[in-house]
């Protein structure tokens, strides 16, 4: 297809967790079951534990006049220490269990399900790189992932999308550079945030992670013999490249844990040696770092919400130290890459909101011309450059869109560009997300899912337009894809705006005709794009008849820019009022009822969770808030909490009058009502920085203390986790398990007997 120079740009790094957001991730999961109660369960069910309460300590909040009383305040603790408080959060810890313990069987049940499903041992669709092939081998019954390579054996052909790795008794043998399992043992929490081999492929610079408070070790290891070569860098975010073999580029974090300076390492001199090579004293401004795929570049760049300009470090020219690329412009993003002698440059500007492509010669950033001009119906997302190819990845209508171009060869200037292939997918609704590829092939690879098509791999040709599936995620225990529906419907937001709404069920369980329970999810903040994603777990809910859907509500990104400028600072309710509209929708085409609707949102999601039930706790059976952003005021009025200063951006600044006001109306937190609410799960994490977890302990406490209702409220806090939970891929499934049981409950779902 292709249509007359359009394309699309977006920066979105390969690397997954920018420390920019209240990020959520995971969506829910849940499984089938039989059913027994034990006499232990009985008597329990019959003297339900009572919740615990948490002390009241008035402490008022002036503003503007205006009087805030938090008697919760005392929650938040800065040093985790506090044993009054832990001792609060264990009893709240203690009552769930309890309150759980009627239906742990079925918890088990789930856990146990859900895990049949997953091939233990399993490697990841291995990547052409250098004089190897690299991946990833998940061990049965281990938690993490071991980082593997195989040497490619001698072969003069160029790489096609129907190689291989050999691996036969013949084969090269593969070698595991580092094992997480080994590294793991010594510690609760374990993460690696970062895993780069060196150009010359003889070392890897990992970041480890061994608390969940996203502060980062850095090792770099000879990735033969696995050892240590210096001493590891400390007090680092995730964001390490190699700047050439002798060097590396990091940045590090000021004390509200804004990433704000970034250095350049020489290997084997001290960190406490090293230079700094931009520090961003603007503290609304956070650095982000990248590499160009043709390895030649690094790219500092520094963003707000709103602006983003980029400076560049040529690699061969270590000593030249930061240029800048683009200018540092209010109201300008920018998001860059390289090849041959140009830079390539996506650019959003007020006018041009869903982005422009651009590129200039190196040696000339302001001769810019235009390859991709702005469409205000297409959002340009991300780009992925090829020695012979530029692939942009787009947004129209809600979906993903991934198109490839030749580029003229490298000396010759390049115009407006025509005559892109747009790679063709499968489902109604889909995600399709850039795969890191090898720079010097015509292979690109990408990563596609659906609400029914598990995680694959595909290569597809761009000379040829050939694709071919490289790995699909294998689902045991009899997955059969066919037998589940997933569709987009549009519900209608009170002011007429058109919100798309992804939806998946097992076609034979469900009746559609009101009786159906579902479970409705949302996020809505960011400017992210909640993409409907296959997720192993959650074929429990599906498979008993549960339907699951994604209102896609302004503040994400899925309609592209504007749909996020709708859905923030003075905007913001839109993305309650969107959910509340899917959910009116989907209840009124009959995919649910009031009595069965169960909601989940996490993180920024969460607050969505705790907005629409004060809003409309009539409408929900059961939410899930999953460390939820609940007390917008007070951490937006506190430059001393992460993220803060960062998201007046986001959400809008409430030392001003207008904003305090319009956030005090919504924030979950100060909003909470002498009420009946639905059935309530709210989860934390201790350790958590992007959401404290006062917030969602504060929530509880006052819900608790108002709410008129008898339904359950319970309140997790992982005592060693951060805002992405357990660690292990196994120990994860445990809160899933705990989440659907919960929800298998308040639906009324769980069978007394024989099959449900
Ligand atoms: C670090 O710098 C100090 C002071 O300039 C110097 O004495 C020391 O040798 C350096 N250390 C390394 C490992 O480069
Ligand atoms: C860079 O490009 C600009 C805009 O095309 C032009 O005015 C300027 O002369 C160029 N500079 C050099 C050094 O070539």
Sequence with gaps: MNSNCIGGALHLPL??????????????????????????????????????????????MELFGDVRVDNYYWLRDDSRKDPKVLSYLQQENAYTEAMMSGTKIIEDQIYAEIRARIKEDDISAPLRKGSYYYYSRTLE????????????PICDAPPSVHDTMPTGPDAPPEHVILDENVKAQEHGFYSIGAFKVSPNHKMVAYAEDTKGDEIYTVYVIDAETRTLIGKPLVGVTSYVRWAGNDALVYITMDEILRPDKAWLHKLGSDQ?????????????????????????????????????????????KLEEGLKVLTPRINGIDTSVSHRGNHFFIQKRSDEFFNSELLAC???????????????????????????????????????????????????EPLICLQGGQAVQFI??????????????????????????????VYEYDMNTGESVLKKIETVLGGFDAFNYVTERKWATASDGTQIPISIVYQKNLVKLDGSDPMLLYGYGSYEISVDPVFNKARLSLLDRGIIFAIAHIRGGGEMGRQ??????????????????????????????????????????????????????????????????????????????????????????????????YYMKSYSPVDNVKAQNYPHILVTAGLHDPRVMYSEPAKFVAKLRDMKTDDNMLLFKCELGAGHFSKSGRFERLQENAMTYAFLLKALNMIPTCGRM
């Excluded at 019954?141 to 490619?152: D, S, T």
Aim: with cysteine.
């Design 272 to 316: 406490c040696n090293d230079s700094c090579l931009y520090h961003e004293k603007d503290d609304m401004f956070s650095l982000d770092l990248q590499a160009s795929e043709s390895e030649k570049f690094l790219f500092i760049s520094s963003e707000s919400k709103m602006t983003r300009f980029v400076f560049y470090l040529e690699v061969s």
């Design 141 to 152: 019954g281990k938690e993490y992932v071991q980082h593997c390579r195989r040497p490619i």
């Design 427 to 456: 489902d109604p609704v889909y995600s399709a997300e850039p795969s890191e590829s090898q720079f010097s092939s015509t292979i690109l690879r990408f990563s596609y899912s659906s609400l029914r098509t598990p995680p694959s």
């Design 563 to 660: 749909w996020y400028e709708n859905g923030k600072f003075l905007k913001k309710k839109n993305t309650f009022t969107d959910f509340i509209a899917s959910a009116e929708f989907l209840i009124e085409q009959k995919y649910c009822s009031k009595e069965k609707l169960c909601i989940e949102g996490r993180s920024a999601g969460g607050l969505l969770m705790g907005a629409v039930l004060n809003m409309r706790p009539d409408l929900w059976k059961a939410a899930v808030a999953g460390v939820p952003f609940v007390d917008v005021v007070t951490t937006m009025l506190d430059p001393t909490i992460p993220l803060t200063t960062s998201e007046w951006e986001e959400w809008g600044d409430p030392r001003k009058e207008e904003f305090y």
């Design 15 to 60: 690397i997954l967790f920018s420390f920019s957001h209240r990020i959520l991730v995971a969506h829910p999961k849940i499984p089938p079951s039989r059913c027994f109660l034990s006499k232990a369960t009985m008597s329990s069910l019959s003297q339900p534990p009572s919740p615990p309460l948490a002390e009241k300590v008035k402490h008022e």
């Design 361 to 411: 010669p190196v040696d000339n950033t302001s001769a810019t011309t235009v390859l991709i001009p702005h469409r205000a119906s297409v959002k340009i997302q991300d780009i992925q450059l090829f020695s012979d190819h530029l692939v942009v990845y787009e947004r129209e209508q809600g979906l993903p869109k991934i198109t490839a171009y030749r580029l003229p060869a490298v000396e």
